[in-house]
């Protein structure tokens, strides 16, 4: 099975500040199709989870502009370039290149 | 607009038997695979099984392989999720959810003696 590893476990962000969110893959998310299947989600409290980002690097519909995904392989990065209050919540990075689908074992992120 | 209403949820007994459903609409579901995943009680999310558009191929986690049998009727734009042997440890929310895009709100599974 990939393990996805997320870090860090928990983030304490004053509003307007950036923050970021590492997720490490143990075998590579590079299909060969030239597609790598790396998901980010964020659960906010009593909500199901919401996408973010598919493909490593692709906006969602509705997804705001702050949110960035970068990366590649088996190394990748959530921003948010200014971090604002609904904005609170878990975020989860995901492969789907193989089954078992995995998941990261979340980053809570609060503010400060 | 997507929309996935998952029911079937409540509670039962360790070694019961309960179904899951899951109604799709605003999408073309029948060219649609779709996941089940499922969060326990202030946990992370795991990933509990996956059918192919055309039911051809079905993955499971392994969890779950064997007690659980994922379905669907395109029919009926309805997906499935068959549990048997419930164990104390499959107490969680199930997703429906449509290729990790769009999820359902969840529903309740409690298996408790």
């Known amino acids: 099975d990939i393990v996805m590893t997320q870090t860090p476990l928990s983030l304490s962000v004053t509003p307007g500040q950036p923050a970021s969110i590492s997720c490490k893959s143990s075998?590579?998310?590079?299909?060969?199709?030239?597609?790598?299947?790396l998901f980010w989600y964020l659960q906010k409290a009593g909500q199901s989870p919401q996408l973010l980002i598919y493909?490593?690097?692709n906006r969602f519909s509705g997804v705001p502009e702050r949110f960035s995904g970068s990366g590649s392989g088996t190394d990748f990065t959530l921003k948010i370039s200014r971090v604002e209050a609904e904005d609170v919540g878990v975020y989860y990075c995901?492969?789907?290149?193989?089954?078992?689908?995995?998941f990261g074992g979340g980053t809570k992120v609060e503010i400060k | 607009q997507v929309h996935l209403v998952e029911s079937g949820g409540g509670v039962v007994q360790p070694g019961g038997s309960l179904r899951l459903s899951c109604a799709a609409s605003?999408?073309?579901?029948?060219?649609?695979?779709m996941h089940w995943v499922r969060q326990a009680p202030g946990k992370g999310l795991q990933w509990v099984a996956f059918?192919?558009?055309?039911?051809?191929?079905?993955y499971y986690a392994d969890s779950v392989r064997g007690r659980f049998t994922i379905s669907r009727d395109n029919s009926k734009n309805t997906l499935s999720l068959q549990m048997n042997n419930l164990r104390a440890e499959d107490t969680a929310v199930y997703y429906c959810?449509?290729?990790?895009?769009?999820w359902g709100q969840g529903t309740l599974v409690i298996v408790s003696s």
């Open positions: 959810s449509l290729v990790a895009l769009h």
């Open positions: 605003g999408f073309n579901f029948s060219s649609s695979g």
């Open positions: 059918i192919r558009y055309d039911a051809n191929n079905k």
């Open positions: 075998q590579s998310l590079l299909h060969s199709n030239g597609r790598t299947f």
């Open positions: 493909e490593v690097s």
């Open positions: 995901m492969q789907s290149i193989q089954f078992p689908v995995t």
